[in-house]
Nanobody, 123 residues
């Protein structure tokens, strides 16, 4: 089964940083766009960022622009989400998932969802 695995979450103080990783076991991410999503308690899942298969296209939700950076390392078969200047409202379970070669709108078009990694921003 093609599944992604997220890691790197944790508890961090406001203003702090975390780097999330999204890796795949048994298949290469090279052909796929990877999206990072998050879901906070009582809220709908939202896309945070997406990077296309080549890394030439990147987008961010307005709420994280200038604070988060998505990147991919093909030698490590990993996509990263570097999160900075974290705010309490960034608290959520973060997921990665794959699609096409290109980023698309709508989480329903993404597959291979991982179990997620919890990010908690609190003092």
């Amino acid at each position: 089964q093609l599944q992604l695995v997220e890691s790197g979450g944790g508890l961090v103080q406001p203003g702090g940083s975390l780097r999330l990783s999204c890796t795949a076991s048994g298949f290469t991410l090279d052909y796929y766009a990877i999206g990072w999503f998050r879901q906070a308690p009582g809220k709908e899942r939202e896309e945070v960022s997406c990077i296309n298969n080549s890394g030439s296209y990147i987008r961010y939700a307005d709420s994280v622009k200038g604070r988060f950076t998505i990147s991919r390392d093909k030698t490590k078969n990993t996509v990263y989400l570097q999160m900075g200047t974290l705010k309490p409202e960034d608290t959520a379970v973060y997921y990665c998932a794959r699609t096409g070669p290109h980023c698309v709108s709508g989480s329903e078009y993404y597959v291979s969802w991982g179990q997620g990694t919890q990010v908690t921003v609190s003092s």
